[in-house]
């Protein structure tokens, strides 16, 4: 069963924008935090942006002021929406439930099939 969709990416120039989404199970979604994360090739993955399902966020240092989470309950839909995008922001983007541990999120469930972004410059 797939439990976590993720949509959006593509080829942009650099300063260009793309918008993510993230269509999560029920069972993943309901009152939970949800976290967006990427993985370039050769590279672990990294988070991205997390959320609470009260609304609160949190975003890595290198796409603050850049990037923006957000999610709709109703839907059950996770949407990031990146601007300003560098070179350095081409990776495969994935979303996923989050544990909000005091150290660092933890992301919960399997992983989706993610979605690639490229910003060529």
């Known amino acids: 069963q797939v439990q976590l969709v993720e949509s959006g990416g593509g080829l942009v120039q650099a300063g260009g924008s793309l918008s993510l989404s993230c269509a999560a199970a029920?069972?993943?979604?309901?009152?939970?935090?949800m976290g967006w994360y990427r993985q370039a090739p050769g590279q672990q993955r990294e988070m991205v942006a997390t959320?609470?399902?009260?609304?609160?966020?949190n975003y890595a240092d290198f796409v603050k002021g850049r990037f923006t989470i957000s999610r709709d309950n109703a839907k059950k839909m996770v949407y990031l929406q990146m601007n300003s995008l560098k070179p350095e922001d081409t990776a495969v983007y994935y979303c996923?439930?989050?544990?909000?541990?005091?150290?660092?999120?933890?992301?919960?469930?399997?992983w989706g099939q993610g979605t690639q972004v490229t910003v060529s410059s």
């Open positions: 996923n439930q989050v544990s909000l541990t005091p150290s660092r999120p933890i992301p919960i469930r399997r």
């Open positions: 029920e069972s993943i979604f309901s009152r939970n935090a």
């Open positions: 959320i609470t399902s009260g609304g609160n966020t």
